[in-house]
């Protein structure tokens, strides 16, 4: 889960931000004034200032925030100047929008705002509907309006071009203020709330963002998106009385509190109307006591009334937003909020500390108990000139605040009332004892001539020592261990220098030798120092690296006072991503960081040579012990040649004749280990037929994979040998729990490791793949998978799963890994191996992180119209079920549609889906003449049947050797399929975000694989598939079908320059390309497989398009060409798979194209990838028919080559 950000804002109008990863609060230092309060969304925190304007603060992304303006040029053609901006005077503006019916001059587009600036000057698209026009962007059509076309025809009469100019906006990462409405101003607002992104993913990144003024008025901010950032207007929303505070969830969830305590609901609220109809009133928690504050999330409410009690509202959803009743919880709040995931946070009113609700979970919406955020702020550091590295290397916390407050607590308020000025008693950090006789100290009559308190500073250690024995003068001689040494010093002003109020004077105001200050903490040097000024107060043995460490905290400057507890107004957690496995270090006890501190200054007494001296040695001295505990047993013999262990149990097994099902057997692993130590196994499986026992056995050194299958009222698997995968019949087996089956399938997957030697993490040239389930499987390549003429048949192949769940993954030799999930987040391979339910011996310790993934399941509804009732559900005894998949064959209604499998969990309600390819109406309907038909947004006369998507999200968590890799969601990798004696530093790794950018990865090495950041390459439309070559060259496929080159990349260019358009196949339309060597492939919608001739290094965008085969559903050319397919529809001995990897045979510099293809693992594959796979292989020499001497040739292994179209 990437870092995300809880926002607050402290009494004195400071924004501080907290990171889900950081342990400090972080001050925003580029407000140029206070703020009344902030509310964050995930990429974004709207605020209101002290000038009651609206603020608003983006985050820094890799990927820029552009909008594309646009307008038309229209001409007509006469017979005396043929194509002018003459028109008739019925016809639309010369420079117009796309219905012609707004007049946009180029002059006319003006900036949002200061925030915004012009990337360029304006330019006309050449490109038409995905291909390129060749008169300079113009297309005729024979009137307006009319269809246009990019060929000029004899009764074409007018013609039009788009003029394109794009704006950026800049102020990322600072408050930009809003610009104010211009026509009538709404009243300056008292509050405000952020939201609503969840109600619909069109258009990108909307928000509902609402405010309140002081008069009590509602107001809705129209138009943000994430190309709009800012919005474009107020619209006031009417209300039943006067509202002090509202807040607005993720969802369609809106709550308001009334001036008189009351609360209302907002109703109606969703895609289609995010303002909502209208208010439903809800009664307050306490009859006599109103409530002050409300915060919504997804599915709770929780409310604040004016006595400070909590309250939580139960029953809450998006079908009863009122709820059912109200709890009281325990805690006195005057603020709270509910972030992501339904999590809480408060501001106490005791202490005004901010809280955070544990035990949130799906389950318990109202959490288990309140936790105190308990981190410093980044303003409470040190100004030493100490670095950063010293302290941390001295184990000193140097903080403006009181590191003993949990003992020093019931002074605070009088010490906050007895500081000058504001500043704290700089004894206060030392012990409560010290800081109870400060205060005694204040209460007498302070000296004359007093000046204000100064700053306290670094000093040496005998001025440590005094404090500490006039301290033990005062205290028990059993409490003076206890006090830490002490390093302040009171600075003044000339030669006029007052102690401040508590603190001893300076040995060297009293005739003692002057101490050196330090301006670094460097042990060794300050302990020198000290023995040559003589300042011996300390025993020597004393004067030791943990004593000589000044572990006080000082006070620092600051324009409010030192404030010894941060006193918060207000807290917003709307963007703050937190769930129930989350790990957060806000909670950390002071006691237990003093300690941390005190081992770390512990650990400064070794030194790391010593330290390696004393390993080397323990390591030799067991060396030696080995040897000669070993040596005296040499001659003896071994006990045990031969051990032999069997695990035994019962299972179902999915018989191989007709007719099919499931019946009851006993399935036995037998395992045996040789005297050399290598190991092999049998698999038993033991039925009945007719009575008759019978068993069927497979080889462990034969198995080639294991594979989970998907079954929803089974936990099965699936086991194949090369014979079973010719038949595409593997052996199926189904166990009694999901865990059994866990332990069966890494049980069997150790042992077939074991048998081939394979161990460890996958190598650099390993081969992966993807199931259409998720899981990740990698297999390494023999030297013989690419030889020539006779390579090793592919069905051969052993593979291994790797534990996560991805959609993708790319490659390359030299270790880098890329992983795209279904939710789209990023993952970055980091070399451990295991995961899932891989445990023990089977999975590395380290390297191994939780990974989550989200996808969503499709249902739809049908309707059949008829003339009496119009569209209803129900329909003709040929037709789909009413309620059922995509292809209307199975039924599959909102009660009995279950998740994939066991391990996903519902995360979100049924809703309707609207972005459906084909557009729908307002309702997520579709419309056709029948089924299945080709459905369309919209009603016509003829249509007959409706149809509608339902979603409903769903989340699996599991772990695997991938680190995820924020922010920006992907759909689609490539690597740079580096050679096998690559020296590349910074690999090239490109991109696609999930709404179509182009992305290029900066900073990917070999030790830092997931790179820092991500650069982003302008392009005129979204892109859907991007792959690069061994040679840079970047090829590319817009959401159009339509292919594009990338010019100019390389080491220097990493981005290179500009994007050339390549024609794609005659009526066809690409999704998916692959580059290698020299090759480029590509795939087109209808499952066609395409390659690319006359691609050179001169001529590098090619000549035309070749078809190579059929059923192809996705390609991967490796960095020395060779091919590789995932496969549709292979027929085998027993039974028809689809999704099969699949091997192009007899590819060869001067063949490229290859001959055949060799079938390999199958079905259910989803992605394969094979650009890690840079091993030249060997060639075999055949011999020659003159020379009677040469060896005759062996017979090529067995094998399985088909035509070049697969059936």
Same mark, same amino acid.
């Given at each position: 889960?990437?870092?995300?950000?809880?926002?607050?804002?402290?009494?004195?109008?400071?924004?501080?931000?907290?990171?889900?990863?950081?342990?400090?609060?972080?001050?925003?230092?580029?407000?140029?004034?206070?703020?009344?309060?902030?509310?964050?969304?995930?990429?974004?925190?709207?605020?209101?200032?002290?000038?009651?304007?609206?603020?608003?603060?983006?985050?820094?992304?890799?990927?820029?925030?552009?909008?594309?303006?646009?307008?038309?040029?229209?001409?007509?053609?006469?017979?005396?100047?043929?194509?002018?901006?003459?028109?008739?005077?019925?016809?639309?503006?010369?420079?117009?929008?796309?219905?012609?019916?707004?007049?946009?001059? #180029?002059?006319?587009?003006?900036? !949002?705002?200061?925030?915004?600036?012009?990337?360029?000057?304006?330019?006309?698209?050449?490109?038409?509907?995905?291909?390129?026009?060749?008169?300079?962007?113009?297309?005729?059509?024979?009137?307006?309006?009319?269809?246009?076309?990019?060929?000029?025809?004899?009764?074409?009469?007018?013609?039009?071009?788009?003029?394109?100019?794009?704006?950026?906006?800049?102020?990322?990462?600072?408050?930009?203020?809003?610009?104010?409405?211009?026509?009538?101003?709404?009243?300056?607002?008292?509050?405000?709330?952020?939201?609503?992104?969840?109600?619909?993913?069109?258009?990108?990144?909307?928000? $509902? #963002?609402?405010?309140?003024?002081?008069?009590?008025?509602?107001?809705?901010?129209?138009?943000?998106?994430?190309?709009?950032?800012?919005?474009?207007?107020?619209?006031?929303?009417?209300?039943?009385?006067?509202?002090?505070?509202?807040?607005?969830?993720?969802?369609?969830?809106?709550?308001?509190?009334?001036?008189?305590?009351?609360?209302?609901?907002?109703?109606?609220?969703?895609?289609?109307?995010?303002?909502?109809?209208?208010?439903?009133?809800?009664?307050?928690?306490?009859?006599?006591? @109103?409530?002050?504050?409300?915060?919504?999330?997804?599915?709770?409410?929780?409310?604040?009334?004016?006595?400070?009690?909590?309250?939580?509202?139960?029953?809450?959803?998006?079908?009863?937003?009122?709820?059912?009743?109200?709890?009281?919880?325990?805690?006195?709040?005057?603020?709270?909020?509910?972030?992501?995931?339904?999590?809480?946070?408060?501001?106490?009113?005791?202490?005004?500390?901010?809280?955070?609700?544990?035990?949130?979970?799906?389950?318990?919406?109202?959490?288990?108990?309140?936790?105190?955020?308990?981190?410093?702020?980044?303003?409470?550091?040190?100004?030493?000139?100490?670095?950063?590295?010293?302290?941390?290397?001295?184990?000193?916390?140097?903080?403006?605040?009181?590191?003993?407050?949990?003992?020093?607590?019931?002074?605070?308020?009088?010490?906050?009332?007895?500081?000058?000025?504001?500043?704290?008693?700089?004894?206060?950090?030392?012990?409560?004892?010290?800081?109870?006789?400060?205060?005694?100290?204040?209460?007498?009559?302070?000296?004359?001539?007093?000046?204000?308190?100064?700053?306290?500073?670094?000093?040496?250690?005998?001025?440590?020592?005094?404090?500490?024995?006039?301290?033990?003068?005062?205290?028990?001689?059993?409490?003076?261990?206890?006090?830490?040494?002490?390093? #302040?010093?009171?600075?003044?002003?000339?030669?006029?220098?007052?102690?401040?109020?508590?603190?001893?004077?300076?040995?060297?105001?009293?005739?003692?030798?002057?101490?050196?200050?330090? *301006?670094?903490?460097?042990?060794?040097?300050?302990?020198?120092?000290?023995?040559?000024?003589?300042?011996?107060?300390?025993?020597?043995?004393?004067?030791?690296?943990?004593?000589?460490?000044?572990?006080?905290?000082?006070?620092?400057?600051?324009?409010?006072?030192?404030?010894?507890?941060?006193?918060?107004?207000?807290?917003?957690?709307? @963007?703050?991503?937190?769930?129930?496995?989350?790990?957060?270090?806000?909670?950390?006890?002071?006691?237990?960081? $003093?300690?941390?501190?005190?081992?770390?200054?512990?650990?400064?007494?070794?030194?790391?040579?010593?330290?390696?001296?004393?390993?080397?040695?323990?390591?030799?001295?067991?060396?030696?012990?080995?040897?000669?505990?070993?040596?005296?047993?040499?001659?003896?013999?071994?006990?045990?040649?031969?051990?032999?262990?069997?695990?035994?149990?019962?299972?179902?097994?999915?018989?191989?004749?007709?007719?099919?099902?499931?019946?009851?057997?006993?399935?036995?692993?037998?395992?045996?280990?040789?005297?050399?130590?290598?190991?092999?196994?049998?698999?038993?499986?033991?039925?009945?037929?007719?009575?008759?026992?019978?068993?069927?056995?497979?080889?462990?050194?034969?198995?080639?994979? #294991?594979?989970?299958?998907?079954?929803?009222?089974?936990?099965?698997?699936?086991?194949?040998?090369?014979?079973?995968?010719?038949?595409?019949?593997?052996?199926?087996?189904?166990?009694?729990?999901?865990?059994?089956?866990?332990?069966?399938?890494?049980?069997?997957?150790?042992?077939?490791?074991?048998?081939?030697?394979?161990?460890?993490?996958?190598?650099?040239?390993?081969?992966?793949?993807?199931?259409?389930?998720?899981?990740?499987?990698?297999?390494?390549?023999?030297?013989?998978?690419?030889?020539? !003429?006779?390579?090793?048949?592919?069905?051969?192949?052993?593979?291994?799963?790797?534990?996560?769940?991805?959609?993708?993954?790319?490659?390359?030799?030299? @270790?880098?890994?890329?992983?795209?999930?279904?939710?789209?987040?990023?993952?970055?391979?980091?070399?451990?191996?295991?995961?899932?339910?891989?445990?023990?011996?089977?999975?590395?310790?380290?390297?191994?992180?939780?990974?989550?993934?989200?996808?969503?399941?499709?249902?739809?509804?049908?309707?059949?119209?008829?003339?009496?009732?119009?569209?209803?559900?129900?329909?003709?005894?040929?037709?789909?079920?009413?309620?059922?998949?995509?292809?209307?064959?199975?039924?599959?209604?909102?009660?009995?549609?279950?998740?994939?499998?066991?391990?996903?969990?519902?995360?979100?309600?049924?809703?309707?889906?609207? $972005?459906?390819?084909?557009?729908?109406?307002?309702?997520?309907?579709?419309?056709?003449?029948?089924?299945?038909?080709?459905?369309?947004?919209?009603?016509?006369?003829?249509?007959?049947?409706?149809?509608?998507?339902?979603?409903?999200?769903?989340?699996?968590?599991?772990?695997?050797?991938?680190?995820?890799?924020?922010?920006?969601?992907?759909?689609?990798?490539?690597?740079?399929?580096?050679?096998?004696?690559? *020296?590349?530093?910074?690999?090239?790794?490109?991109?696609?975000?999930?709404?179509?950018?182009?992305?290029?990865?900066?900073?990917?090495?070999?030790?830092?694989?997931?790179?820092?950041?991500?650069?982003?390459?302008?392009?005129?439309?979204?892109?859907?598939?991007?792959?690069?070559?061994?040679?840079?060259?970047?090829?590319?496929?817009?959401?159009?079908?339509?292919?594009?080159?990338?010019?100019?990349?390389?080491?220097?260019?990493?981005?290179?320059?500009?994007?050339?358009?390549?024609?794609?196949?005659?009526?066809?339309?690409?999704?998916?390309?692959?580059?290698?060597?020299?090759?480029?492939?590509?795939?087109?919608?209808?499952?066609?497989?395409?390659?690319?001739?006359?691609?050179?290094?001169?001529?590098?965008?090619? *000549?035309?398009?070749?078809?190579?085969?059929?059923?192809?559903?996705?390609?991967?050319?490796? !960095?020395?060409?060779?091919?590789?397919?995932?496969?549709?529809?292979?027929?085998?001995?027993?039974?028809?798979?689809?999704?099969?990897?699949?091997?192009?045979?007899?590819?060869?510099?001067?063949?490229?194209?290859?001959?055949?293809?060799?079938?390999?693992? @199958?079905?259910?594959?989803?992605?394969?990838?094979?650009?890690?796979?840079?091993?030249?292989?060997?060639?075999?020499?055949?011999?020659?028919?003159?020379?009677?001497?040469?060896?005759?040739?062996?017979?090529?292994?067995?094998?399985?080559?088909?035509?070049?179209?697969?059936?």
């Amino acid at each position: 889960m990437p870092a995300s950000l809880l926002w607050a804002v402290d009494v004195y109008g400071r924004v501080y931000s907290l990171s889900t990863a950081g342990q400090q609060w972080e001050q925003c230092r580029d407000a140029q004034m206070e703020f009344k309060r902030v509310t964050a969304a995930q990429q974004c925190c709207w605020g209101i200032a002290c000038d009651n304007g609206i603020y608003l603060n983006i985050y820094a992304s890799d990927l820029p925030i552009r909008y594309q303006e646009e307008t038309y040029e229209n001409q007509r053609w006469n017979p005396v100047d043929s194509f002018s901006d003459r028109l008739l005077p019925s016809d639309r503006w010369q420079w117009s929008d796309v219905t012609g019916l707004q007049h946009q001059p #180029l002059d006319s587009f003006q900036l !949002p705002s200061s925030s915004w600036e012009w990337e360029g000057d304006w330019y006309a698209d050449e490109n038409f509907e995905g291909e390129p026009t060749e008169t300079g962007g113009w297309t005729y059509a024979i009137d307006f309006p009319a269809t246009y076309t990019k060929d000029k025809k004899w009764n074409s009469c007018v013609r039009r071009r788009r003029w394109l100019r794009y704006r950026r906006y800049k102020a990322m990462d600072s408050w930009a203020k809003i610009p104010s409405q211009q026509t009538s101003l709404p009243d300056p607002f008292s509050d405000i709330s952020c939201g609503g992104w969840e109600v619909s993913e069109e258009p990108r990144g909307r928000l $509902s #963002l609402w405010a309140v003024s002081l008069q009590g008025k509602v107001w809705f901010r129209e138009g943000i998106y994430h190309n709009n950032p800012e919005g474009s207007l107020w619209d006031d929303i009417l209300l039943p009385g006067e509202v002090v505070q509202i807040s607005c969830g993720p969802g369609d969830l809106v709550w308001a509190v009334l001036w008189e305590g009351q609360l209302i609901v907002r109703e109606g609220v969703g895609r289609d109307c995010p303002k909502g109809a209208s208010w439903a009133v809800v009664e307050s928690p306490s009859p006599d006591v @109103g409530v002050i504050h409300v915060a919504v999330g997804v599915n709770v409410v929780w409310a604040v009334t004016k006595d400070n009690k909590v309250w939580f509202r139960r029953g809450v959803n998006s079908h009863n937003p009122c709820g059912s009743g109200w709890i009281s919880m325990v805690g006195e709040m005057i603020t709270i909020n509910v972030g992501l995931n339904d999590q809480v946070w408060a501001v106490s009113c005791e202490d005004r500390a901010v809280y955070f609700r544990q035990g949130v979970t799906s389950c318990e919406l109202s959490g288990k108990t309140w936790r105190v955020v308990n981190v410093p702020r980044d303003g409470d550091r040190s100004h030493s000139s100490a670095s950063a590295a010293s302290v941390q290397s001295a184990g000193c916390f140097f903080s403006g605040e009181v590191c003993a407050q949990s003992v020093a607590s019931d002074v605070e308020s009088d010490v906050e009332k007895g500081s000058l000025d504001g500043a704290s008693c700089p004894a206060a950090a030392a012990s409560p004892e010290l800081c109870v006789d400060a205060l005694a100290d204040q209460t007498s009559e302070p000296p004359a001539g007093a000046h204000k308190p100064r700053i306290p500073k670094v000093t040496s250690d005998s001025f440590i020592s005094e404090l500490v024995s006039d301290r033990e003068q005062r205290k028990p001689s059993g409490d003076a261990g206890a006090v830490a040494p002490a390093v #302040l010093e009171v600075e003044g002003e000339g030669n006029d220098t007052v102690p401040s109020a508590g603190v001893a004077p300076s040995p060297s105001q009293s005739g003692g030798p002057a101490d050196p200050q330090w *301006s670094n903490v460097d042990l060794e040097e300050a302990q020198t120092q000290q023995a040559q000024a003589g300042s011996a107060v300390l025993d020597s043995a004393d004067t030791s690296s943990l004593s000589s460490v000044a572990t006080y905290t000082l006070a620092v400057e600051d324009p409010y006072g030192a404030d010894e507890h941060p006193m918060w107004a207000w807290v917003s957690g709307g @963007g703050c991503s937190v769930d129930s496995h989350s790990q957060l270090n806000w909670f950390n006890s002071l006691n237990a960081s $003093s300690l941390v501190q005190s081992i770390q200054s512990m650990s400064l007494s070794v030194s790391p040579a010593q330290t390696a001296a004393w390993r080397r040695q323990i390591f030799e001295q067991l060396s030696e012990r080995t040897k000669r505990e070993m040596d005296n047993f040499r001659h003896y013999e071994q006990a045990i040649e031969q051990s032999v262990w069997v695990k035994k149990g019962t299972m179902q097994w999915w018989r191989d004749w007709k007719p099919h099902k499931w019946i009851d057997v006993h399935f036995a692993l037998e395992q045996f280990s040789g005297p050399e130590g290598n190991k092999d196994g049998i698999l038993f499986i033991y039925y009945n037929y007719y009575e008759e026992k019978k068993y069927l056995h497979a080889f462990v050194n034969e198995v080639t994979i #294991l594979v989970p299958v998907l079954n929803d009222s089974k936990h099965t698997f699936a086991i194949y040998t090369p014979e079973r995968t010719k038949q595409r019949w593997p052996i199926r087996l189904a166990a009694a729990t999901e865990l059994e089956m866990h332990d069966w399938l890494a049980l069997l997957s150790v042992s077939c490791c074991d048998s081939r030697s394979i161990q460890g993490p996958p190598s650099n040239q390993a081969i992966w793949s993807v199931t259409c389930k998720g899981d990740v499987f990698v297999s390494e390549p023999s030297a013989g998978l690419e030889a020539i !003429p006779y390579p090793t048949p592919c069905d051969q192949m052993f593979w291994r799963q790797v534990g996560g769940h991805l959609r993708t993954v790319e490659c390359n030799s030299v @270790g880098i890994v890329w992983g795209i999930g279904y939710d789209h987040t990023a993952w970055a391979y980091t070399g451990g191996y295991g995961g899932g339910f891989f445990q023990g011996l089977a999975s590395s310790t380290d390297n191994i992180f939780t990974q989550t993934d989200a996808k969503s399941v499709y249902i739809y509804e049908n309707q059949r119209w008829n003339p009496v009732t119009g569209y209803t559900n129900r329909g003709l005894p040929t037709d789909r079920y009413m309620w059922s998949d995509a292809s209307g064959l199975h039924e599959c209604t909102k009660a009995n549609s279950k998740p994939p499998s066991p391990q996903w969990t519902w995360v979100s309600d049924w809703s309707i889906d609207y $972005s459906v390819s084909g557009g729908t109406d307002r309702e997520g309907w579709q419309y056709a003449a029948d089924f299945p038909a080709s459905y369309h947004g919209y009603k016509t006369i003829r249509d007959f049947v409706r149809r509608r998507r339902w979603s409903r999200k769903c989340k699996l968590t599991t772990t695997g050797p991938w680190q995820e890799v924020p922010p920006i969601p992907l759909s689609d990798v490539t690597i740079l399929p580096c050679g096998a004696q690559s *020296s590349v530093d910074v690999v090239p790794l490109w991109g696609i975000s999930n709404k179509g950018d182009v992305l290029c990865r900066q900073g990917v090495t070999t030790l830092t694989p997931a790179g820092f950041s991500w650069l982003h390459v302008g392009t005129d439309q979204p892109f859907k598939s991007i792959s690069i070559g061994a040679a840079s060259q970047v090829w590319a496929v817009a959401r159009d079908g339509s292919a594009f080159y990338r010019g100019s990349v390389s080491a220097e260019s990493p981005a290179g320059d500009s994007w050339y358009h390549i024609p794609s196949p005659a009526k066809q339309k690409l999704k998916q390309v692959s580059v290698g060597r020299t090759s480029v492939y590509a795939v087109d919608e209808n499952g066609n497989l395409w390659y690319r001739r006359g691609v050179t290094p001169s001529y590098p965008q090619g *000549s035309s398009w070749e078809h190579i085969s059929n059923n192809v559903r996705k390609v991967s050319v490796g !960095p020395l060409d060779q091919v590789w397919i995932i496969a549709d529809k292979v027929q085998g001995s027993h039974s028809l798979s689809c999704g099969t990897v699949c091997h192009r045979l007899g590819v060869q510099p001067l063949e490229p194209k290859g001959q055949s293809w060799d079938y390999g693992i @199958g079905g259910g594959w989803d992605h394969v990838t094979v650009r890690g796979n840079a091993t030249e292989p060997p060639r075999l020499q055949l011999p020659s028919l003159a020379d009677p001497s040469s060896a005759v040739p062996p017979n090529p292994p067995p094998g399985r080559n088909a035509e070049a179209n697969t059936t």
